[in-house]
């Protein structure tokens, strides 16, 4: 079994900046891909960024790419999300989410993912 905790939510005002953090426990973390999600109220939850369980593949959604990175330290058992250039439409809560990671893929799918955090909010003021 793999617990995920994040921190590092909060409010912050459109045009600043923000890292989350995930540290999982319970199992050889690098063996796992990993991944970022967010809700917005009324809406689905949805991909934000992902990384493979080596770190040398990552992949975005549109609506983040250039402004968000994904990142991870196998040594220290964390993956970070840096999130900068924040826009009001990026409040959400943000979810950290993790899977067996076979070869070196990311995956995009929330039913791909076996393990979640409890999700830390973001927003984001205009």
């Known amino acids: 079994q793999v617990q995920l905790v994040e921190s590092g939510g909060g409010l912050v005002q459109a045009g600043g900046s923000l890292r989350l953090s995930c540290v999982p426990s319970?199992?050889?973390?690098?063996?796992?891909?990993m991944a970022w999600f967010r809700q917005a109220p009324g809406k689905e939850r949805e991909l934000v960024a992902a990384i493979n369980r080596g770190g040398g593949l990552t992949s975005y959604s549109e609506s983040v790419k250039g402004r968000f990175t994904i990142s991870r330290d196998n040594a220290k058992n964390t993956v970070s999300l840096q999130m900068n250039s924040l826009k009001p439409d990026d409040t959400a809560v943000y979810y950290c989410?993790?899977?067996?990671?076979?070869?070196?893929?990311?995956?995009?799918?929330?039913?791909?993912?076996?393990?979640w955090g409890q999700g830390t909010q973001v927003t984001v003021s205009s």
């Open positions: 319970g199992r050889t973390f690098s063996g796992y891909a």
């Open positions: 989410a993790a899977r067996e990671g076979l070869g070196g893929s990311t995956w995009s799918q929330v039913w791909e993912y076996t393990y």
